[in-house]
Nanobody, 125 residues
Framework: QVQLVESGGGLVQAGGSLRLSCASS????????MAWFRQAPEKEREFVAA????????NYADSLKGRFTISRDNAKNTVYLQMNSLKPEDTAVYYC??????????????????WGQGTQVTVSS
């Protein structure tokens, strides 16, 4: 069974940066497309970014391009999300997810097979 564990969340002032990590165990990490999603209070979970199995292809939510960067280290079974120039509206629980289908850098929640428990990111104004 694949397990995903996020870390790196916390409280940061607007304009600051955070780097989230998601460690994977129990599966073949390099075989999965990995992604980050987020969910703000009383809102639906939304796509943030996805990265291909070899880390070459990436896909971002249009509103986050230029501020967020997804990367992965297959040797460490870990995917990262570097978040810069953070805004209060980035406040949410951030989840990593794994897609075993290999069918592309997809953005829909229901298409991902495995999920972490989430890490809280709070951006103060």
């Amino acid at each position: 069974q694949v397990q995903l564990v996020e870390s790196g969340g916390g409280l940061v002032q607007a304009g600051g940066s955070l780097r989230l990590s998601c460690a994977s165990s129990g599966g073949t990490f390099s075989g999965y497309i990995m992604a980050w999603f987020r969910q703000a209070p009383e809102k639906e979970r939304e796509f943030v970014a996805a990265i291909g199995r070899k880390g070459i292809g990436t896909n971002y939510a249009d509103s986050l391009k230029g501020r967020f960067t997804i990367s992965r280290d297959n040797a460490k079974n870990t995917v990262y999300l570097q978040m810069n120039s953070l805004k209060p509206e980035d406040t949410a629980v951030y989840y990593c997810a794994a897609d075993r289908s290999g069918l592309g850098l997809r953005t829909r929640v229901v298409l991902y097979d495995y999920w972490g428990q989430g890490t809280q990111v709070t951006v103060s104004s």
